[in-house]
């Protein structure tokens, strides 16, 4: 991610969490504080939400529009710093949604789910092929079973006339 890059390139770059991030602060009016972009998610959490913003303020997509108030020890602000999401950042947003119409974690999820159903239908496949010699092999073997015992009463009729014409005779 760097400045020089277009929008559809940055879009393609951006990992799950910074695509997180950023629309965390859209979704707040476009300006939020670091502790409001956290709660947003379970997954974004201080240091990778700090991270992500300072990558994200040297490509152009954020600015940090204020300082926040220090405490008297000089710690950082208690809700962190406050960030606005720049244009740009609004471009790069938009160029990661025009795929299949979806965000980067949706497309992930559809991927995710797709390979679920993938594996699911094989494993249908493969018991519906086992089912399918079961059904069949019962029918085969009783025709099979259907010419033995026409075959040993004819061997019955066969023996039959021979101990007839044996007590005939």
Known sequence: MDPGQEPWEVARELTRKRYMTLDAIRNQGGEARTREITSSSDELYNQIVNDHLKRMINAGLVEKID???RSEGGALPKEGYKYRITDRGKEVLAEAQTNYDL??????EVRRRFDELEARVEK????????RSIL????ENHDTLE???????????VLRDEVMNLNQG
């Not at 249908?124 to 089912?131: A, D, I, P, V, Y």
């Not at 069949?136 to 029918?139: A, E, G, N, S």
């Open 124 to 131: 249908l496949e493969e018991e519906n092929e086992q089912l």
């Open 147 to 157: 010419e033995w015992v026409e075959a040993i009463r004819d061997n019955l009729l």
């Open 103 to 108: 965000t980067p974690i949706g497309e992930g």
């Open 67 to 69: 300082k926040g108030e």
């Open 136 to 139: 069949y092999d019962p029918h």
